[in-house]
């Protein structure tokens, strides 16, 4: 598959922004996506970006896109302790995902 | 909308027995459902994609003999783990896609195998 990267942790405090990245090697991919996995749960889309857009923001979140880099970032804003979860990003290469390892958010209170 | 649907949620099985799991979605027809698996602490992996009355197409180095998989139709796609054995112990997740391509997958629940 394709290489999705991601860094394995991340601490906030509450009430902080979050910031999640991942790099991708595939630059045909058309969409690239944010999952949030609790656990011992499935996967739940968070949002997703279509590769011709540089930004999309959905109430506390933002993405952005670089898509030169084939960087992706997820914006937590005001993050909160029920946000603590494993985000997984996706990139989409010919209607096959291939996820990133996860990052472990910590959001101590 | 857009629910996908998982069944067994968890199973424990006896080494050499076969696995059956479901995967529906319960309010869209799937054009396309998918396979992934992952270990603890582990990314998911795609195994397989399968289309609605087509034989599935599986990933390098997944034994399709292993994991069967049947997409019997639009809504439901089956996974057979043939022969288990402790190291298929996983967490089995499937997904399921509505239409053409740029069509997101959604996610079910995941099965919990555990092989003894």
């Known amino acids: 598959g394709e290489d999705v990267e991601q860094s394995l942790f991340l601490s906030v405090r509450e009430g902080d922004s979050s910031v999640i990245n991942c790099t991708y090697t595939?630059?045909?991919?058309?969409?690239l996506y944010w999952y949030k996995q609790e656990p011992g749960a499935g996967l739940q889309l968070l949002t997703y970006i279509f590769s011709n857009m540089d930004m999309k923001q959905d109430q506390r979140l933002t993405v952005l896109l670089n898509k030169k880099d084939k960087h992706l970032s997820l914006r937590i804003a005001d993050t909160q302790t029920g946000d603590s979860a494993i985000y997984f990003c996706a990139e989409d290469n010919f209607n096959k995902f291939y996820f990133g390892s996860g990052t472990k958010l910590n959001v101590k209170p | 909308g857009a629910v996908v649907s998982q069944h067994p949620s968890w199973v424990i099985c006896k080494s050499g027995t076969s696995v059956k799991i479901e995967c529906r979605s319960l309010?869209?027809?799937?054009?396309?459902m998918f396979w992934y698996r992952q270990f603890p602490k582990q990314s998911l992996m795609l195994m397989a994609t399968s289309n609605e009355g087509s034989k599935a197409t599986y990933e390098q180095g997944v034994e399709k003999d292993k994991f069967l998989i049947n997409h019997a139709s639009l809504t439901l796609s089956t996974l057979t783990v043939t022969s288990a054995h402790p190291e298929d112990s996983s967490f089995y997740i499937c997904?399921?896609?509505?239409?053409?391509?740029?069509?997101?997958?959604?996610f079910g629940p995941g099965t919990r195998l555990t092989v003894l």
């Open positions: 309010d869209f027809q799937a054009t396309t």
């Open positions: 595939d630059s045909s991919s058309t969409y």
């Open positions: 997904s399921a896609r509505p239409g053409a391509r740029g069509d997101t997958q959604y």
